[in-house]
Structure formats: C-alpha cells, structure tokens
C-alpha cells in the first residue's frame, strides 16, 4: 500500500507562523488519549496524572500515547482534526517492541539470533501490523546496553555487545522505517538517551555514573547506530547521568545528539520525565524543568505539562526564545508531513485489514521463525533431538501450558500464543501427551509454593519415552521497574526438576526468562537445557519444532548467564585487571576473585550449541602486521564433523593487547553464519581493518593506536583461538 502524494505541498513554516505560542507548546506535548475521548482507553504505561489543561490546550495537543486500533485511532484522529484551530493531524505513537498483535521473541531474544534478516522481517511485520492499526510511531528499537541481570529491562535490550545492538538497532530500523513509500512503514524512535541500561545495582530508574570513555565505548554507538540508519525520534532517558538527568542533560542531548552527530530530528522525552527532574532535585520546579528540557535539545514532552505550563512566561521574560519552540514545532510538523499525514490523516489504519493481516499464516510463520533462531541450546547430553516416534510425552511445569509473550506484548494475548503443550501434540498427533503443572511458578505465588504437585508430575515422568520441563520465569516478572535481586530458578521448580530428572533422563528443560536466570540449581539434574526466552505467539511450536528436530538450533547467548547473582554485572568484553585470576579454579590468592565463585559466567557471551559438532581451525593471518591505510585477512577452516547438516555461528574478536587506556580482554567485531553438510569443510574470512581496532581514547579521540593485537576466531566468547599481528 503506496503513499499517494497527493495535493500541494503543506507550508509548514506558515502554519507555524499561524499559531500562538500556547498552540505550539501543545503541539509539543504528548498525552494518552482519554485526554480527547473521555472513556477511551489505551496501553497504560506509567502513573496517570491530571494536566490542568485547558479545552483549548486539549484541541491543539500534538501527539497521543498508546491508543491502538483502528476504530479507536480513526475516532481519536477524526474528534481532535474537528477540534484543532490549524487542522494539524495527531502523530499516534505507542510501544511496538516485539509485535504489535503477532508477538516475536523479545528484543533479548532477537538479540540471540545474531540474524539482523529476521530482526528486520520481524520489524517490518510490526511495522505492518502496527501501521493497520493506527500507529504512526513505535518507541522501539530501546538499545541500551545491558551487562546487570537484575535490571528488569535486559528483556528490552539485544544484549552487552556494542556491536551486536548496532547491528540489531539497525536492522530493527530498516524493518520498522522501509523507506516510508508504503503506509505500513512506520516512524521508530530510539530510546533510552542515554545509558539507561547501566541503573546502578540494577535497580530500574536508578543513577548512572561512568566516565566519557565508557559511555562512548559501549553505551552510545547503538544510539548511533540506529541514527546513522535513519531512525525519526529519540527517546531521552529516566535516569540520570553523572548527576545529570538525561532529559535535561544539554551537555547529552544538545552538544553530543544534536551537534556532535548532526541530529535534527524529533526528541521526545520520557513518561513524565520531564516533572521528574523535580523528584531528582535537578530542578526546584516546572518552570526549571521547562527551561532545562527545552534548552538541552527536547522537542516533545510526554505525559507531563511543564511546557503547556510554565514555558509562555519563560518566553515572555526572554529565558527562553520563541525561535527554539518554533524550531521544535517544526521537526514535529516535518515528520507529520514526510508520513502524509496532512493528506490522510487515518494512513494505514484499517478495521478491514485488522481482520485479515493480523495473526496471519504468514505472520505465524514469520514469528514462529524467530522463536527458532532465538531458542538457545546451553546443554545436550545426546537426549536431542526427540524421537518424533515415541509414544508418550509428558509436558511439565508452571509454563508447560501458558503463552509466553514477555512485556511489552502490544495488542498481543497470551491466550492467542500456543504453549508448548498445544506446540507438540500439534507436531505429534499420533503420540500421548500429557501436561502436568508440577509446581505452582514460585515467585509468582511465593507464600504457596507448591511442592504437592511434584510427586505427581514424577510418576507421570517415570512412565514418560520423554520429558519436557518448562520453567523459569513469568512474563510478568520482567520489564519496567521489574528488577529482582533474585534471579535464580524458585526452589519449587529446582525440587520439581530434581524429581522428575531422577525418573526419566530422557528429559530437557525450555527456561523461559526476560533475563539471564541463574541456572546453577538446576543444570547439574538436566541432561538438556534449552534458553527460549519469552518466545511470543508461535512459542510453543517453535519449541516443539526444536526439540524433535524439525529444525537445530542457532541462537547464541547475547548476554553473559551468571553462576550467581552476586557476579552481577559479569560480561564478556571486561578488563584485565592488575591481576589477572590465572587458573579456571580461581584459585591462584593475590589474584582478582571470589572467595566462593569462580570470575566466570556459567554460560558466556556467543555461546550456544546445536546438533551438531564442528571443528575450527588455528586462525591463518595474511601478514602478522598491517599499517592504517590496509588490511589483513584472518581466515579458519570449519568442519562439520556431525551427522546432518548444520549451521555454526564463527565469531570474531579482537583484543588491543597495549594502549593509551586499559582496554578489553577481547571485543566482538564481527561473526559470520556458516552452513555446512555432514563432513563438509569450509574457510571462514574475516577481513581486519584499521577501522576494527580504533577505541575512544580517553582525550576524546576515537582513533586506533600501533602496537600489537590478538585476533580470537571461535564459537564463543571463551575461545582462546587466537594469532598476533601489529598495526604498525
Ligand atoms: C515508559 C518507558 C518507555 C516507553 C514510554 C511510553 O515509561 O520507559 O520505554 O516507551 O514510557 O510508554
């Protein structure tokens, strides 16, 4: 479905022009859209408020939050455009993160693909959906890095890599953006500006504090990223930096979004963070934040009224020009314009189309794809894959018969997700299968935690040609101001997994989680253990398909999976330290340790096996040195030494072994999918350049620096496959 591009085009600077100051600043705030019809109702996604606006206020507000659905949008589009003194069409705008009603796996999981192709079908079905009913603008791709477990939003994230949520932010971009030539294109805003993901302690809205290197080395290139791959807003962030709130951080927002990477676009902020910066004592009052949010760089204010408020008299005594609001305005009419919305304000939106697109084979089939190739497989004692003629199956666990969808589900229900039970006695007609729950989900209803179910559960396990255990955690109990200090597997799952092991060791467990869940309890029981996120509508087909080798696994893990919460954050890309812990026991005194853990993750970054086996070569360097202006070529050579065909995931890095600031053990720089046919063997190049070595220096340059380098070419973080070659 084309855009037409139809009548004239607008004059945006003469409708600016046209308008009070009063209508400009309403053109610039954000509210939910029981603001316009008064018992509508949309996705809720902060606490409600009331604005003092006036009806004039209210038929010149610019934006609305979290309305969805054709019929409602239409209404809320057709009640405001009878209201609005300059007929300026509403920019609708909600959370569309992994689905807008055909759910995928979380971001997390997206993340766990390494495939920016899926990511970006998975976005553009979104956008599709998305667009069909009445959404403008998705606050999505969020590409915060995370390295803390405990933050409830890892699930939003694609992981600790820098690299990998450049590649994902991008991809997710393209998906959502297109190339706006269709109304199923959506603007995509890129969010948490900046930092977010680095709350201290874990604890969401919490203050983060790191020096310039580390924000520009790890925490902003996926922002950029997403930018440079033309995303239309930018999302500032809750919490603050350095002391500093983002939303009123001009030193984040003005000099580095704005000036330093040319970022003219819409900012928007936010739920209420704006008002927030009275809460973190940053400003004495509305007027303050008023002044502080507009000068540091933000155009539009959601769900708080510091603006519509408090900034006429700002302009009135001169503190802030009339010309930074008309410049805000703009960017806000541009983007309305460039989605022609001034010619069709209701775009894609679609009662007709809500019918047949939404949930769709092809949707299915397109979600069902990624729960696959986000599914992890961290262990497989040659249980995998199942027999798809065994007889009878049992389906255990507090999410063997529920819809996983994770936060931030859109218009998706749980109720429409296939659960793993329905997922095998659908791939499995002729075979006995049986659910059982087994325990009650533990954290969820702590004061019961069942243990009544479990022997139960055994006995149906012990007559069982197979098991699977679905465990984990609830979607629920992950996303915002979701943060937990526990993250290990509830004793009620670990007694239910160690009963039901002893019985039948034909038995694999799917975790599902909006996190790295420690494991520890468990995996030493399982004879296999498979990460399937929260998989979304098509979850427990995928998981079926998995498990009996309709197809392998190909995730790998985006983030480190810890042996203990008290490692948290633990990440692959650390630094060495003065003292580095020498033995695999840890064991070694003087030495950078834990009296009671080993420094390394139980699972690390990149990690994630298959059916099958392959072998990987010593790394062969076309030269051991190089200068700036070429490159070298680091090549392995992959066997597949198992018995089907397969894929394997071949991972680069690179370690800067001496520099001007301390830097990594080892840094992802790129990775390559390879398939290969039983016994095939295949070379693997990666092309070296100067580019892959440069750093943010800490005198604020991002240059690379001579000296010696190790290249790592494995199936994971851990590889110790490496060659060294100098940049000279
Ligand atoms: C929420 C979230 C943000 C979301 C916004 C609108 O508080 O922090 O990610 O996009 O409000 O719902």
Redo the contacts with the bound molecule.
Sequence with gaps: MTVEKKGAKMNIKKIVADMSLRQKLAQLSQYTCDFILKDAEGMI??PAAAFNLTAEDVASIGTV??ACGAELTNKIQDTHLAEDPHKIPLLLMA?IIHGYKTVYPIPLGMGATFDEDIVEECSRMAAKEAAIGGIHVT?SP?VDLVRDARWGRCMESTGEDAYLNSKMAAAQVRGYQGNFESKHNIACCV??FAAYGAAEAGRDYNSVDMSEHKLREYYLPAYKAAIDAGCELV?TA?NTLNGIPSAGNKWLVNDILREEWGFDKIVIS??NSFREMIEHGYCADGREAAEKAVKAGNDIE?MSNTYITCMESLVADGTVSEELIDKAVLRVLKLKEKLGLFDDPARGASIEDEKTVFLCEEHRAIARKAAEKSAVLLKNNDVLPFSKSIKKIVVIGPYANKGMNGAWFGMGSEAESMTVFEGVKKLLPDCEVLYLAGCKAGFAEKAENSYDLIEEAAEAARKADAVILCIGEDSFESG?AFSKTSISIPDAQVELVKAVTSVNRNNVAAIFCGRPLVLTDIEPYLSAMAVMWQPGTEGGSACANLFFGECDFEGRLPMSFPRSVGQCPVFYNYLKTGRPQETPNGETPYRTRYLDCLNTPLYSFGYGLSYNEFEISDIALSSDKMNSDDSLIATVKVKNVGQRKGKTLIQLYISDVFASVARPVKELREYKRIELMPGEESDVSFEISEEMLRFNTVSGEFTSEKGLFKAYIGADSDTENCAEFFLI
Excluded: I, Q
């Design positions: 996604t902060g939050l979290g959370d606050f969020m969010k948490h999302m809750f936010d739920y959601m915002e």
